[in-house]
């Protein structure tokens, strides 16, 4: 059975693990100081594909670059 264990004791961070039995599958920690950037969703335009490394070069807007593996 799967579960979800979230830890919220401090103000400035939240942890959430999702775990089966006592293998964890997923753990999230979020900063409330930090700007959340995962689960965002971003429109972009791959620019390069390099296949020795089995990832894409993303551009997302002005000057702004990702890489995905």
Request: proline share 3%.
């Given at each position: ?36 950037k995962k689960a ?9 594909v390099e296949p ?12 702004r670059h990702g890489?995905?593996?």
């Amino acid at each position: 059975m799967k579960r979800m264990l979230i830890n919220a004791t401090h103000t400035e961070e939240v942890r959430v693990a999702l775990v089966e039995g006592q293998r964890l599958f997923d753990l999230d920690i979020e900063h409330r100081t930090r700007e959340q950037k995962k689960a965002n969703i971003y429109k972009g335009k791959i620019t390069r594909v390099e296949p020795s490394l089995e990832a894409a070069f993303v551009e997302f807007g002005a000057e702004r670059h990702g890489f995905l593996p």
